[in-house]
């Protein structure tokens, strides 16, 4: 977009300037018709040296006018630069600022120095004494010339008074010797007698003079003199001049008998001497004349010159300023760009000179900056590559920690938890969030702070490394066996940096080397008890077989006693095979069951049987078909009916019902009973085997419930029931079967 | 901006011309026919810049423009002849002398010694003949005057210098005359 307005802008200016250039050469073209007509050069000066002085002068003005445009045109553009606060146009004031101060000054100065001397020099060209001088020089030709004139009409008026005074007139020989004396005698050049008819009767001339050199008499003045009127006069002629003087020779009467006519003849030399000194007068009138044009054209000269030097010195000063403030200007927005985060900016200002060699440490500077920012960069994306890995890796081990089903707390050496995962903060009942980096003591309970500073205690008294410890915690109610690895920590140079505390879970291992204890009891007393059981009922019958007749009727003593045997016998070996059925329950044989149709099959077994006590049955229909064995899940059901009922005792509630948690892909199922409820330390022993709180009970019952959920990897607790009685909880995992 | 330079270029040569140059006028017209001739005066012509230019020695000459026109109604006027003469006077200082030359009469030089005839002889035109090849009568005709300094030589090197001066100048403006010609 930049680029093709650019473009456009170039294209406007060129057809500006075509515009220009179209409008100048006319302009010029008439500013010499004009000068043509105004100006009136003199006639001898060659046309072609008018047309050259016309262009010259035209020139000259066009780029003065052109300068001043330019200069101006500059000058506005700095102030607007300088108003906008463009970088550098304040240090290209300054520069240009000063350029014009020194050029300015010395120019002015040395401008009106040579106005005073020329003005004084022109004034001196005109003084008075040289004036006076020519004036006097001219005065004296002037007076030479009239008083030659004077002598010369002087002389021929006396000339002709003697010879009509002296009747010379009718003695041709007497004239012709008269004027030859006269002629000697007056140094004049000729003398010539008209007679009166205006024929030249007698003509003198002097030796000095050719006869060529003078010319012939005006005739009119002949004929005024023989009218009786006397003249004289000088004519020029090319190279001298020549004084006449005519007078007429009077007749008594008043009549006039001819006319006389003297002529002196002016030497070249003198004549000569004498137009020098006219023309230097002359000269001298006329340039007085132009005093003041003169004194105008030089202070315009001057003045035209002063400007022009101001005027180039603005020039140059802003052409220096530019040449300094451009890669300064170069040089800010490179810093700007480098600033910014553009390290591949150049800046491309080619100089020799010092602003050059700061270009060029510029240049180098930036990129060493962007090698230095290179190496960073890949120094971080290794650091990040590595803190990733470190992330991946804790995470990872965050993972493992919060899937182990073993607890694992860390803790710094001043006792703040470093790391817990979710089972040692349920173990420890709180929270990671807010247990992490707080001190150990303001997280855990009372006695497990207990249990954990006697062992920190007997590890620093014994300096053990290590210390293995079981504890018994409640999560949610229940109780636990923990067993309790205290590890210390120590790095590689053998420094304690804290401790990890691993809590395995011991509870259902407990519990399952207790199953299995109570199995091989079971097994062991179901073998040892159930052999001489059948003996021993086998002779109980016999004896009533064959000695119950022998005892009157009234002796029942021998007939209840081998009842009892019997009967106790055969309880015991109820009791025998309950034991042999735990030690030998089958395993758990999972297919595809549908919970709620097993629950609606055992629920139709109590319905009918049971009038005090309430079953009621609530199922969730979007519980999916679960993997489960069905005669086993029916059992426990069965089991656990048949304890809430008994629970219940006479009039009350037990209910049953599924759930889909269907987030946690669990099916929930949970019998309810609004009996007496459970003690919550009954509630730690409950599934364990052989432990009843019935008096009939064998105390496998739950054992087996338990036994049979943990074989479908579900979970069983007990809990009290709202707002009374008890309320058992299955959970069984929901896994996608294939029917 | 440009407007503004070429006005300036111009003013610097037309504004100097134009200030300085002398208000002179045509007087005493006077027609005089058959033949045709005109007489009349120049007032105004000599101030004393120029008095003392011809006084310098520096030869000067007054041109003089008759025009002559047949006006018409109704489309422009029909320009019937045109004569140009001058009249040029040097001074002779050495002899204190003004050295004329007519050329309406002829144009052979002559010399008066005093300024005052000298002004006289320059600034007056008597009976110049003006000979159109015919004028038809009854038509009017309209006779245009006007006088100008044609020009003082100034030395060579100030032709150069003043070229923009115009101080020993004037010019009158043109004076008309209608009249209808009879036979």
């Known amino acids: 977009m930049n680029d093709i307005q650019s473009i456009e802008a170039e294209a406007r200016r060129r057809k500006r300037e075509l515009y220009i250039i179209l409008a100048v050469v006319p302009a010029i073209l008439l500013l010499t018709y004009v000068e043509s007509h105004v100006a009136s050069l003199g006639s001898g000066i060659p046309i072609a040296t008018n047309i050259f002085i016309f262009g010259l002068i035209n ?15 500059n000058m506005v553009k700095l102030f607007m630069e300088r108003k906008s606060r463009l970088m550098g146009s304040r240090l290209r004031t300054k520069l240009v600022t000063a350029f014009v101060s020194l050029s300015i000054i010395p120019t002015f100065l040395l401008f009106f120095v040579v106005i005073g001397f020329i003005n004084k020099s022109i004034d001196g060209w005109f003084g008075i004494k040289v004036e006076d001088s020519l004036k006097e020089s001219l005065e004296l030709a002037q007076n030479y010339y009239r008083d030659m004139n004077d002598r010369v009409a002087s002389a021929s008026r006396a000339l002709a008074l003697t010879a009509a005074d002296e009747g010379l007139l009718h003695d041709s020989e007497k004239v012709a010797g008269f004027i030859e004396r006269k002629l000697t005698e007056g140094d004049f050049s000729t003398i010539e007698v008209y007679a009166a008819d205006g024929a030249r009767s007698h003509f003198a001339i002097s030796s000095k003079i050719n006869r060529n050199m003078i010319p012939d008499v005006d005739p009119l003045s002949i004929s005024k003199a023989l009218k009786g009127e006397a003249t004289g006069w000088v004519q020029t002629l090319d190279t001298s001049d020549v004084v006449w003087g005519i007078a007429p020779i009077p007749l008594p009467g008043g009549k006039v008998a001819g006319a006389m006519v003297v002529s002196y003849y002016v030497p070249r030399s003198l004549v000569e001497k004498m137009k020098e000194i006219s023309a230097a007068f002359q000269g001298y009138r006329q340039l007085k004349l132009m005093k003041f044009h003169v004194k105008a054209s030089y202070f315009t000269i001057l003045l035209i010159i002063t400007l022009l030097i101001v005027f180039f010195s603005i020039w140059i000063g802003r ?28 800046i491309k200002v080619e100089s020799d000179d010092e602003i050059g060699l700061l270009v060029k440490s510029f240049n180098r500077m930036t990129e060493d900056l962007k090698a230095g920012k290179m190496n960073l960069e890949a120094a971080n994306l290794d650091l990040r590559r590595t803190n990733t890995e470190l992330d991946q890796r804790r995470q990872y081990i965050e993972i493992v920690l919060g899937n182990v089903p073993a607890g694992v707390v860390s803790i710094d050496k001043i006792g703040r938890l470093v790391s817990i995962n979710r089972v040692a903060a349920d173990m420890l009942g709180t929270d990671e969030g807010r247990a992490l980096g707080r001190h150990y003591r303001e997280v855990l309970r009372e006695e497990d702070r207990e249990v954990l500073r006697e062992m920190f205690r007997e590890m620093s008294e014994m300096e053990l490394d290590s210390m293995e410890r079981q504890m018994r915690v409640t999560v949610n109610g229940a109780s636990m066996t923990v067993l309790v690895n205290l590890n210390a920590l120590k790095d590689e140079t053998g420094s304690y940096i804290g401790m990890v505390a691993v809590l395995d879970d011991l509870t259902h291992l407990l519990k399952t080397q207790r199953m299995s204890a109570w199995k091989e009891v079971a097994r062991r007393i179901a073998h040892e008890i159930k052999n001489p059981l059948t003996p021993i009922k086998l002779s109980a019958q016999r004896l009533r077989k064959k000695y119950l007749d022998r005892f009157p009727q009234e002796d029942t ?3 209840e006693c081998t009842m009892t045997i019997i009967k106790q016998v055969d309880d015991l070996k109820n009791l025998v095979n309950e034991f042999s059925n735990f030690a030998r329950m089958p395993a758990a044989n999972p297919s595809p069951n549908d919970l709620n149709e097993i629950v609606g099959e055992v629920m139709a077994l109590y319905k009918s049987g049971q009038r005090k006590v309430k079953i009621e049955s609530s199922v969730d229909q979007r519980l999916p078909v679960l993997d489960i064995d069905r005669d086993q899940i029916k059992r426990v059901l069965i089991n656990l009916i048949d304890n809430a009922v008994a629970a219940v005792e006479e009039e009350g509630v037990v209910s049953v019902e599924t759930h889909f948690l269907e987030d946690l892909k669990l099916a929930r199922l949970e019998v309810a009973d609004t009996g007496g409820g459970i003690q919550a330390e009954i509630k730690q022993r409950l599934f364990e085997p052989y432990f009843s709180t019935k008096k009939t009970g064998t105390g496998l019952g739950l054992a087996i419930v338990s036994n049979i959920i943990s074989d479908h990897n579900g979970y069983i607790r007990v809990r009290d029931n709202q707002p009374r009685g008890t309320r058992f909880v299955i959970e069984l995992p929901v896994k996608a079967v294939a029917v | 901006m440009k407007k503004l330079i070429a006005l300036l270029m111009i003013s610097v040569w037309l504004l100097p011309a134009a200030a300085l140059a002398q208000v002179a006028s045509i007087t005493d017209f006077a027609l005089s026919r058959p033949p045709l001739k005109v007489s009349f005066q120049v007032d105004g012509a000599f101030n004393r ?13 007054f041109n003089f423009i008759i025009k002559l026109e047949k006006v ?25 002398e003004y050295e004329l030359a007519l050329d309406e009469t002829g144009g052979k030089p002559f010399k008066v010694k005093n300024t005052e005839e000298m002004k006289m002889l320059m600034a007056s035109c008597t009976n110049v003949a003006v000979e159109p090849a015919h004028l038809v009568p009854g ?21 150069y210098m003043f070229f923009f001066l115009e101080a020993f100048d004037f010019e009158t403006d043109w004076h008309y005359h209608d009249f209808t010609h009879t036979i």
Do not use: C, Q
């Open chain 1, 59 to 73: 020139i000259n003005i066009i780029l003065l006018i052109l300068l001043i445009f330019l200069v101006l045109r």
């Open chain 2, 72 to 96: 018409n109604t109704f489309s422009p006027n029909e320009n019937i002849g045109r004569w140009e003469f001058r009249h040029t006077v040097k001074y002779n200082n050495l002899h204190d």
């Open chain 2, 49 to 61: 810049d120029i008095e003392e230019a011809i006084r310098s020695g520096l030869p000067a000459s």
């Open chain 2, 139 to 159: 038509e009017t005709y309209r006779l245009k005057v006007k006088a100008e300094l044609d020009s003082i030589d100034l030395p060579v090197i100030l032709n």
């Open chain 1, 557 to 559: 003593v021998f007939d």
């Open chain 1, 319 to 346: 052409y220096l300023a530019k040449m300094l403030t451009v890669p300064i200007h170069e040089l800010a927005e490179g810093t700007h760009a480098v600033a910014s985060g553009n390290l591949d900016y150049r």
